[in-house]
T-cell receptor, first 112, second 112 residues
């Protein structure tokens, strides 16, 4: 069965510092991978996704994630965070079926 | 550009009461989902639907029911509310089962 582990429940970081949110998954078949962001009192929205092709994917607001098949990881990174990046981030995996499995979430808190 | 609309946003129920959470999408998506989100637990799939007239159970279906009479609407019914159903509920839709999901704003339900 597939599963998703987000290794950090909370990540505090100072503004303009780099950040990495870690995500590992388990699956015996090919996967599609997603990062979603949830701002306070809102629903989740897609940040970026890996379906196939280049293992490095980027979002429009400076986040990137790299699919590492050998390590079964899909870590999310940003070289310089802003206060507005404060949110909860969810890693998710789908193996081509009807169901997407979500991780428990990582709360990113950016401090001034 | 409405996307996925959920009503109500907040609700307090007494133990044993029933209610229906409404969800509507205007993107003509075949796939629709109901998730519940509990602190530190990520999102758990309650029910999903792959098209009008077709529904199936997710990970945590007990205590809930759904119907899908049209492509647009996917209501979630709670019968005999229990404190364990206190949660934030999200409805989502997608084009296919393995593509990105679009989420509603959520319904915060408290059962007392």
């Amino acid at each position: 069965a597939q599963s998703v582990t987000q290794l950090d429940s909370q990540v505090p970081v100072f503004e303009e510092a780099p950040v990495e949110l870690r995500c590992n998954y388990s699956s015996s078949v090919s996967v599609y991978l997603f990062w979603y962001v949830q701002y306070p009192n809102q629903g989740l929205q897609l940040l970026l996704k890996y379906l196939s092709g280049s293992t490095l994917v980027e979002s429009i607001n400076g986040f990137e994630a790299e699919f590492n098949k050998s390590q079964t990881s899909f870590h999310l990174r940003k070289p310089s965070v802003h206060i507005s990046d404060t949110a909860e981030y969810f890693c998710a995996v789908n193996t081509g079926g009807f169901k997407t499995i979500f991780g428990a979430g990582t709360r990113l808190f950016v401090k001034a | 550009n409405a996307g996925v609309t959920q009503t109500p946003k907040f609700r307090i129920l007494k133990i044993g009461q029933s209610m229906t959470l409404q969800c509507a999408q205007d993107m003509n998506h075949n796939y629709m989902y109901w998730y519940r989100q509990d602190p530190g637990m990520g999102l758990k799939l309650i029910y999903y639907s792959v098209g009008a007239g077709i529904t199936d159970k997710g990970e945590v279906p007990n205590g809930y029911n759904v119907s899908r009479s049209t492509t647009e609407d996917f209501p979630l019914r709670l019968e005999l509310a229990a404190p364990s159903q206190t949660s934030v509920y999200f409805c989502a839709s997608s084009v296919t089962g393995d593509t990105e999901a679009f989420f509603g704003q959520g319904t915060r339900l408290t059962v007392v």
